[in-house]
């Protein structure tokens, strides 16, 4: 029993923002029914490679903890299925274009009254008002849009994105605690409500000290690569044998950072001696520690700045993530039957809960695997799903 057993989300988006929140609160225990299209699903599910047995690793991701059940919109029958789907669910959840839903009578208007606790939470890439509420938003396009893209890679080079689409999964965050906070307000009043969140407000809500660079300072952030703006040392270096990153974001750290490198004299400095002076004259530091670096693999330096205190990590390949032995202790990676791929591994919930866990319960569904289960339950009046 997960914190939100007994809560039924009606689940229409696809692709990834909508999909990672709802699998989110599959996770906590509700009961996601994913509507796909008929012969198609979900975009992700044609995402690849890689493919395992046909199924995509993209789509498996995110979709754990679900039912999918293939019904047409366009089709009346299939529309009224919809209809009595929607009457007996706590959420909705949706990422169409502007406009779509209440073509189809499934708009939040059209259900506000008859169904006064419907939590209805709409996911766009732009807003569902103003200029751009009509365009088309991917991850991609918004970080562009929207300023993350211009502040990532390196200095004078091409454009670069995220390795994973981030404002996507930040957007889904962002739509995971609206809803949990709309439910518990309807526990409070009983009363449902709108909520709306975009790929566009979740990126600026997420660009912290950079839009304020701008905003209070205006200052105009470029990529720095690794580099922070506002803190020196805060990047990777290169050793011997590849890239270790150092973080030493306060005076202390530099101290320990200048005497595992075995230059004390370092942080008497009057150039080096704050923050404030490490970051003024960074084309002066940064290259004597890289010097230092060099003389040593990552593997030597790793240990020593960690004993010391200092942040350090080197930079992992996805092999090597999944091998190193805080990620192994975690035991985050869970192992689940899939009827197609076999036996897949997932990555687990995030968060640890001394109470009500979240668990990795359900793989990820085949496309319209639930469907006939759905109606068949559908059709017993008092029978719940």
Known sequence: MGILSGIRVLDFTRVVAGPYCTMLLGDLGAE????????????????????VEGESTYFLAINRNKKSVCLDLRDAQDL??????????????????????????????????????????????????????????????????GGLMGITGTPDGAPV?????????????????????????????????????SLLSAELAALINAASAYLIAGEVPEPQGSAHGSIVPYQAFQASDGYIVIGAANDRLFQRLSQVLHHPEWATDARFLTNAARVQHRDVLLPL???????????????????????VAPVNRMDQVFQN????????????????????????????????????????????????????LLQTEDEPL
């Open 161 to 197: 994105k995220t390795g994973v689409a981030l404002i996507d999964v930040i957007t889904g965050l962002n739509a995971f605690s609206a809803i949990q906070a709309a439910l518990y307000h309807r526990e409070r009043t009983g009363q449902g409500q709108r909520l709306d969140v």
């Open 289 to 311: 520690i890289e010097a230092v670096l060099r003389t040593a693999t990552v593997a030597d330096w790793e240990p020593l700045l960690a004993a010391a205190g200092v942040a």
């Open 325 to 376: 032995p805080q990620v192994v202790h975690t035991q985050q990676v869970v192992t689940m039957p899939h009827p197609t791929a076999g036996a897949i591994q997932l990555i687990g919930p995030a968060v640890t809960y001394s109470l009500t866990p979240a668990r990795a319960m359900t793989p990820p569904p085949r496309l319209g695997e639930h469907t006939a289960e759905i109606k068949r």
């Open 80 to 145: 009224h299925t919809v209809q009595q789907l929607l009457e007996q669910s706590d959420v909705v959840i949706e990422n169409f274009r502007t406009g779509i839903m209440e073509r189809f009578g499934l708009g939040y208007e059209d259900w506000r009254e008859r169904h006064p606790g419907l939590i209805y939470c709409s996911i766009s890439g732009y807003g569902r008002t103003g200029p751009y509420k009509d365009h088309a938003g991917y991850d991609v396009i918004v970080a562009a849009m």
């Open 32 to 51: 996601i029914i994913k509507v796909e299209q008929p012969g198609q699903g979900d975009d992700t599910r044609s995402w690849g490679p890689p493919f």
